[in-house]
């Protein structure tokens, strides 16, 4: 036991530790072996080397315990004196990311709508040319398509060229009381500049029920314009042709920056184009499966990079998609 103590003084890690251990009480270790030639001892003699046995291995275990602890110290005195920190060493700044402009935009508008009680709807950006046109009231042989170039995959597939498949999809699956706004990208053929890109974002929105009118949908313009323009904003409907509403029209807002005067921001007109809406078309509900003689609606499409041009002022539309960090950063 003496010989055992001095050497376990010796242990300087766990791992020495561990071996002293499997030396001392393992299966094979040197006071097993004791224990297992007992056998051969005389009646008188077993109690009296057992006894001694037991204090041996209680003491070994003891003081195997009470170094274990030391050297836990030991390693956490060693530890705690890597780890100090100099305070005097300067800090290192982190750079911190902010939201695009774009998002900042499409974020807000969603505020607004879910505000009054609008649901987000999604649906896919690879779309079937059914949902994107034709079940829009825009057959194979209508005009409108020849406007809108689409990158199509098949003759049956396409990239989506506005969000309005979503609400499509959204009128076949759910009956009318419907409410949803559906922000997303969508995609057209156009060359890129200062005002056109072929990947763009839109907010559109869709209401439809029992007595819905032209008026509901100037209101909820209305206070669209003013959440997101200030209180002091108004609204001009010009009448437009779009083949999923009737009637339908162009909304202008006044300008943010002049308040309607005129400036160089709005070209000295006083209003900003920002989006169109109409009242859907009764086509449009029949092939969706709702019954145009009880239900109406109203539909709008908002476009998320004209909005966010007006509202930050910015007069390339490129600046939003180059992810210039000088640009970016001043949206913190």
Same mark, same amino acid.
């Given at each position: 036991?003496?010989?055992?103590?001095?050497?376990?003084?010796?242990?300087?890690?766990? =791992?020495?530790?561990?071996?002293?251990?499997?030396?001392?009480?393992?299966?094979? &270790?040197?006071?097993?072996?004791?224990?297992?030639?007992?056998?051969?001892?005389?009646?008188?003699?077993?109690?009296? /080397?057992?006894?001694?046995? @037991?204090?041996?291995?209680?003491?070994?275990?003891? =003081?195997?315990?009470?170094?274990?602890? +030391?050297?836990?110290?030991?390693?956490?005195? +060693?530890?705690?004196?890597?780890?100090?920190? $100099? /305070?005097?060493?300067?800090?290192?700044?982190? @750079?911190?990311?902010?939201?695009?402009?774009?998002? %900042?935009?499409?974020?807000?508008?969603?505020?607004?709508?879910?505000?009054?009680?609008?649901?987000? !709807?999604?649906?896919?950006?690879?779309?079937?040319?059914?949902? @994107?046109?034709?079940?829009? =009231?825009?057959?194979? #042989?209508?005009? !409108?398509?020849?406007?809108?170039?689409?990158?199509?995959?098949?003759?049956?597939?396409?990239?989506?060229?506005?969000?309005?498949?979503?609400?499509?999809?959204?009128?076949?699956?759910?009956?009318?009381?419907?409410?949803?706004?559906?922000?997303?990208?969508?995609?057209?053929? #156009?060359?890129?500049?200062?005002?056109?890109?072929?990947?763009?974002?839109?907010?559109?929105?869709?209401?439809? $029920?029992? &007595?819905?009118?032209?008026?509901?949908? /100037?209101?909820?313009?209305?206070?669209? !314009?003013?959440?997101?323009?200030?209180?002091?904003?108004?609204?001009?409907?010009?009448?437009?042709?779009?083949?999923?509403?009737?009637?339908?029209?162009?909304? #202008?807002?006044?300008?943010?920056?002049?308040?309607?005067?005129?400036?160089?921001?709005?070209? &000295?007109?006083?209003?900003?184009? %920002?989006?169109?809406?109409?009242?859907?078309? *009764?086509?449009?509900?029949?092939?969706?499966? %709702?019954? *145009?003689?009880?239900?109406?609606?109203?539909?709008?499409?908002?476009?998320?990079?004209?909005?966010?041009?007006?509202?930050? =002022?910015?007069?390339?539309?490129?600046?939003?998609?180059?992810? #210039?960090?000088?640009?970016?950063?001043?949206?913190?």
């Amino acid at each position: 036991m003496r010989l055992a103590a001095e050497e376990l003084k010796g242990m300087k890690t766990m =791992n020495d530790l561990d071996k002293f251990r499997v030396k001392y009480l393992g299966k094979k &270790g040197e006071l097993t072996l004791v224990l297992r030639g007992m056998g051969r001892l005389s009646p008188e003699e077993r109690p009296v /080397i057992g006894k001694l046995a @037991n204090e041996v291995r209680t003491s070994i275990e003891d =003081n195997i315990e009470n170094r274990m602890k +030391q050297l836990a110290r030991e390693e956490q005195v +060693q530890r705690l004196e890597k780890e100090v920190i $100099d /305070i005097s060493m300067p800090g290192k700044r982190k @750079n911190l990311g902010t939201k695009h402009p774009l998002s %900042i935009v499409v974020d807000e508008i969603k505020e607004v709508f879910i505000g009054m009680g609008y649901k987000i !709807a999604e649906g896919p950006e690879v779309e079937l040319d059914y949902y @994107n046109f034709e079940a829009l =009231n825009t057959p194979p #042989d209508h005009p !409108a398509r020849d406007v809108q170039d689409t990158f199509y995959i098949t003759e049956k597939i396409l990239l989506r060229t506005q969000t309005s498949p979503v609400q499509a999809r959204v009128m076949e699956k759910q009956k009318p009381p419907i409410k949803i706004i559906c922000p997303g990208r969508v995609y057209r053929s #156009d060359e890129v500049d200062a005002t056109h890109s072929p990947v763009f974002h839109q907010v559109e929105g869709l209401v439809v $029920d029992k &007595g819905v009118t032209m008026g509901d949908l /100037i209101g909820t313009l209305k206070e669209f !314009a003013k959440a997101l323009f200030g209180e002091k904003t108004e609204i001009r409907l010009r009448p437009h042709h779009f083949p999923f509403t009737e009637p339908s029209a162009e909304v #202008d807002v006044s300008c943010w920056t002049c308040g309607g005067i005129g400036c160089r921001v709005c070209k &000295g007109e006083g209003w900003i184009e %920002i989006l169109g809406a109409g009242m859907v078309h *009764p086509k449009v509900l029949k092939m969706c499966g %709702i019954d *145009p003689e009880v239900y109406s609606g109203f539909a709008f499409g908002i476009g998320a990079e004209r909005t966010a041009q007006g509202r930050f =002022n910015i007069d390339d539309m490129r600046l939003l998609y180059e992810n #210039d960090i000088r640009f970016l950063r001043q949206f913190k």
